[in-house]
């Protein structure tokens, strides 16, 4: 990213575009803003590097052989690279670049595919943005519109769960459903309720659909809290996520979409 500096604003146009009314809100934010240099940076997120500059990429992962890989006809229309990491070497895609990777735990390949779900920034480096999406999800149109529209300055946009009320609710259903030890369900539950019994109360948010900014350090926080606690307690990532958001102080950016489809 190239830092604002007094130089920079000191010319005639605009450093990152040659636009002098761009200057002009620069000199702005430098001036009026609360906090700064900080704002003119944000701006320059805003303005600059996310719709002009940043390299962003789709990508899912596939561990363990749980399930078959959907493809994504969207693909052929989006100027977006579509990435697919998977543990097998047999694995192969008319639509998604597939990569292979070793499992973080060898024995738990749920939790080495949350590795790579919730840590884009350390496996997709090279790319500024991501556009998480789980197997499960098939997109309808290229997401090029979808990353450049709704990647916002706190750097997280996701998705409300459309029809669960409460965290509590999912805890409830996930550990009705059997979908992780029931132990560990309840154990996390527990300390949650000791610890910040006003986040079970929160909608709580469905982790299909992640769009994040791979250099916000906010963001960077909250993801290693959020995969912590997925380490620490169930594999269920969307019991975590909004603790997550609150130890990180951080507020997502929120897509309104159906999921029970």
Known sequence: VTPITDKMLRCRECPLCANSRHRAYLFYEQKKGPNGRRDCYNWYVRNHRAKFNMQACVYTCLMGNSEALNEQPVATSSRLPFICFTD?????????????????????PVRSQRAVKILPYEYLPEFDASLYIDNSVLLEQAPDALIEKNLPPSGFCLVEHSFR??????????????????????EQLNHYTI???????????WGAILLRDHHNLAVRKMLEIWFAHVQRY????????????????????????????
């Open 234 to 261: 169930s594999r269920r990532d969307q019991l975590s996520v909004n603790l997550a958001f609150r130890l990180a102080g951080l507020t997502p950016d929120v897509l309104h979409y159906d999921n029970y489809k």
């Open 88 to 108: 097998s070497t047999d694995l192969r895609s008319k639509t998604w670049d597939v990569r292979t990777t070793p499992r973080l735990f060898n024995m738990d």
């Open 165 to 186: 009320a409460t965290v509590l609710d999912e805890f409830l259903e996930v550990a009705a459903q059997g979908l992780d030890d029931q132990s560990r369900i309840f």
């Open 195 to 205: 610890d910040c019994p006003e986040v079970l109360q929160e909608k709580p948010y």
